[in-house]
């Protein structure tokens, strides 16, 4: 199944980074993790349009990396969990870029790419059912119920259940982000990702 973006074109302009303030430069780009390629290396499309708002970005780009780059979950449980936000969020951008991150770096098979879309089995225990369901409780009603709560912290630190929380509430509010401001899927990602 395809998902197709649901603003075709941009309803805010991104920005080339020529044309941003220093200060945004330097807090966007200057300090790129390893994981988001070196300083030379093509800017995203979310970055360029965030950048028509500088202090914003500025705060987004300290808060994303941290739930994205130092969280306490191991990255394929922070991928998975991220991925089923995007594909229930029907943010293709979301979903295509971290299809990339979870392949290249979480180690993610396309069986798990797929359990991301399908979601969890009803009343499984399976680690990946606990974890996919906790997302979907967090999307629909925005508490984990106790029955996954428990389930989740005989496997879970309490950081690493406030990470989980946390993740969930950033991608949920980036795929808003996206998808409403018409964000477009840059070339490289549309050709041989899993979706």
């Given at each position: 199944?395809d998902?197709p973006?649901?603003?075709s074109?941009p309803?805010?302009a991104?920005?080339?980074?020529?044309?941003?303030e220093?200060?945004l430069?330097?807090?966007m780009?200057?300090?790129?993790?390893a994981?988001m390629?070196?300083?030379d290396?093509?800017?995203?499309?979310i970055f360029?349009t965030?950048?028509?708002h500088?202090k914003?970005?500025?705060a987004?780009?300290?808060?994303?990396?941290?739930?994205?780059f130092r969280s306490?979950l191991?990255?394929?449980t922070?991928?998975?969990?991220?991925?089923r936000?995007?594909?229930r969020?029907?943010?293709?951008?979301?979903?295509?870029h971290h299809?990339?991150?979870?392949?290249?770096s979480a180690?993610m098979?396309?069986?798990?790419?797929?359990?991301c879309?399908a979601?969890?089995?009803p009343?499984?225990?399976a680690p990946?059912d606990?974890?996919?369901?906790?997302?979907?409780?967090l999307m629909?009603?925005h508490c984990?119920?106790?029955?996954t709560?428990?389930q989740?912290a005989?496997?879970?630190?309490?950081?690493?259940?406030?990470?989980?929380v946390f993740?969930?509430?950033?991608?949920t509010m980036?795929s808003m982000?996206?998808?409403?401001?018409g964000v477009?899927?840059?070339?490289?990602?549309?050709?041989?990702?899993a979706?």
């Amino acid at each position: 199944m395809d998902l197709p973006h649901r603003v075709s074109t941009p309803r805010i302009a991104p920005l080339e980074p020529d044309a941003w303030e220093p200060a945004l430069r330097e807090a966007m780009l200057g300090n790129r993790p390893a994981e988001m390629g070196a300083a030379d290396a093509p800017v995203f499309n979310i970055f360029k349009t965030l950048a028509n708002h500088p202090k914003l970005a500025q705060a987004f780009a300290a808060w994303g990396g941290q739930v994205l780059f130092r969280s306490s979950l191991d990255a394929r449980t922070r991928e998975m969990a991220i991925l089923r936000v995007g594909w229930r969020a029907r943010a293709t951008y979301e979903w295509h870029h971290h299809v990339a991150i979870g392949r290249d770096s979480a180690g993610m098979s396309a069986a798990d790419f797929d359990k991301c879309k399908a979601g969890p089995e009803p009343g499984s225990a399976a680690p990946d059912d606990v974890l996919l369901r906790a997302v979907d409780e967090l999307m629909d009603d925005h508490c984990i119920s106790e029955a996954t709560w428990a389930q989740l912290a005989t496997r879970f630190s309490q950081q690493q259940l406030i990470d989980l929380v946390f993740a969930v509430g950033q991608y949920t509010m980036v795929s808003m982000a996206l998808n409403s401001f018409g964000v477009q899927l840059e070339d490289d990602y549309k050709v041989g990702s899993a979706g």
